[in-house]
């Protein structure tokens, strides 16, 4: 009879295992809010338990610092510490259980436990305190503790339950992540069509954007004017996901990345035997961005040949693929950039007049970076951002003086220059601040030959002005659009 009485509290055992764990198997796969399932899993963690409180920590990739997303019945004190005080992988006690991915069970007075090194943790008054690594792919996520504050002595099937928790705890972290990053992907389109992609504040620039809203859906043929590294199929991009074609293909075609021959086969197709090794039909990228856009980078470097074959897809969107004599009609917008000044190329007999007039319809002027020196706060602080995430580098700041050098300098290569700059600073520095000596050398200082100001004050006190004009004028909303106080914006002023 004894000897059944065991198999029957073995069962029950097991059975209320399976069944807890099942419970938050089912709370994991109810939402993809990590905040809410993490607080519904940490209240029947504490409730199969029996424990006063706890804490779900789960680890920010970016800054590695462990964000409490789900907490109870902390005092006041600490959830306060906790939440603007954020701990950092190695440190503290939960710091260092993520970073040596061990668990820690401390079975009394916990809360003198010298490895608590923040002391206003000493207030919670903790008896019994458990943490736990959260994993997923083998790679610690977050960290899961629990605490009394009364002597409690667990049994070793619920430390095993809680030990088991934590998997499904890490599934729904990994989860909630995964959706995150498809979310961002799937979002690239959107962010297109509000500009979001596109960093610019300068009058020159903001011009700009209002004449691409104007012309998003217009079938005219667009001329991208630029120097190299303004951006220009960015601008191209902006202007197809804005337009009705937003859901067809998108077409990028560098014109002198190839030569007369392979350009032609790359545009137009071929056809079985239409030259050696065309052993089989192909189609062109015209005939590849039918219904979407097709966009033409460095337009100017096509042989005269390529010139009036591209003139008769613009008058009546027809072509012959290479080797044969049957014709093909596509539906497709053109959008071409240059960095040359084609009147010049037309005048030196390089560029086809007549073609020229067939893709200018609509002109875009994109200014070189040394003209929108406003936007080279914005465009830095945002590369460093990208980079910082990219190389996994907590970088949060750039100093005045490394500002200040990226202001005044005269960026022949505009953005992509000062992308390689940003990003070269990244991966150079040693602290959490980009200075002036990790930028690379070199940077030449504008010319003051044209009396502006260029200092970072001059860019600060304008992006202010153009802030407090969002906001109406009110100082107070301003500060909080900008994130400062607003003494901070009258002392920027004066």
């Not at 934590?166 to 995150?180: D, M, V, W």
């Not at 690239?188 to 610019?200: C, D, Y």
């Not at 096509?302 to 009609?329: E, Y």
Request: glycine share 6%; with cysteine.
């Amino acid at each position: 009879m004894h000897e059944q009485d065991s198999v029957s509290d073995l069962l029950e055992r097991r059975n209320k295992k399976l069944s807890i764990l099942y419970e938050i198997a089912l709370t994991v796969g109810k939402s993809l809010d990590l905040k809410t399932i993490l607080d519904d899993v940490l209240d029947k963690v504490i409730a199969f338990m029996g424990v006063d409180a706890g804490v779900i920590y789960v680890i920010n990739e970016d800054t590695m610092e462990m964000v409490p997303v789900a907490f109870r019945n902390l005092i006041q004190a600490v959830v306060k510490d906790l939440c603007d005080n954020k701990v950092k992988v190695g440190e503290c006690m939960c710091g260092s259980i993520a970073q040596c991915d061990r668990e820690v069970i401390i079975r009394e007075k916990a809360s003198l436990d010298p490895r608590f090194t923040r002391g206003v943790l000493k207030q919670e008054n903790m008896e019994f305190y458990a943490g736990l690594p959260i994993k997923a792919r083998n790679k610690v996520v977050g960290v899961l503790c629990v605490i009394t504050h009364e002597p409690y002595t667990p049994d070793t099937e619920l430390l095993d339950i809680l030990r088991a928790a934590t998997q499904p705890i890490g599934l729904a972290i990994e989860n909630a992540r995964i959706f995150e990053t498809t979310k961002k992907e799937a979002d690239v389109r959107s962010r297109l069509v509000n500009f979001e992609g596109i960093i610019a504040n300068s009058p020159k620039m903001l011009s700009v954007l209002d004449l691409v809203r104007k012309i998003l859906d217009v079938p005219s043929s667009i001329l991208i004017y630029g120097e190299s590294g303004t951006g220009k199929e960015l601008i191209a991009r902006a202007i197809h996901f804005n337009s009705i074609r937003k859901d067809k293909p998108f077409v990028a075609v560098n014109c002198a990345a190839l030569n007369e021959n392979l350009l032609e086969s790359e545009l137009f197709g071929y056809v079985r035997g239409a030259f050696t090794g065309a052993s089989v039909d192909r189609k062109g990228l015209f005939e590849a961005a039918a219904t979407g856009t097709i966009f033409l980078d460095e337009v100017e470097t096509m042989s005269k040949n390529l010139q009036v074959k591209l003139l008769r897809v613009l008058q009546d969107m027809t072509f012959f693929p290479v080797g044969s004599t049957t014709p093909i009609t596509v539906d497709v917008r053109v959008i071409a950039a240059t960095n040359r000044d084609l009147t010049e190329a037309i005048k030196d007999k390089h560029f086809r007049e007549d073609l020229y007039y067939r893709l200018n319809v609509i002109r875009i002027d994109l200014p070189s970076l040394r003209d929108r020196v406003e936007d080279i706060p914005l465009l830095a602080r945002y590369f460093i951002a990208k980079y910082g995430k990219k190389l996994d580098k907590p970088i949060r700041r750039i100093s005045d003086e490394a500002m200040n050098a990226l202001i005044n300098h005269t960026w022949p290569g505009n953005i992509r220059e000062l992308e390689n700059a940003v990003e070269r600073a990244v991966v150079v520095a040693e602290t959490n601040e980009i200075r002036k000596e990790d930028l690379p050398l070199g940077l030449e200082p504008r010319s003051d030959e044209d009396g502006h100001d260029w200092t970072l004050e001059r860019a600060e006190r304008e992006h202010i002005k153009k802030v407090l004009s969002i906001a109406g004028g009110s100082k107070k909303r301003a500060a909080q659009l900008l994130k400062v106080d607003p003494t901070t914006i009258w002392r920027k002023l004066q």
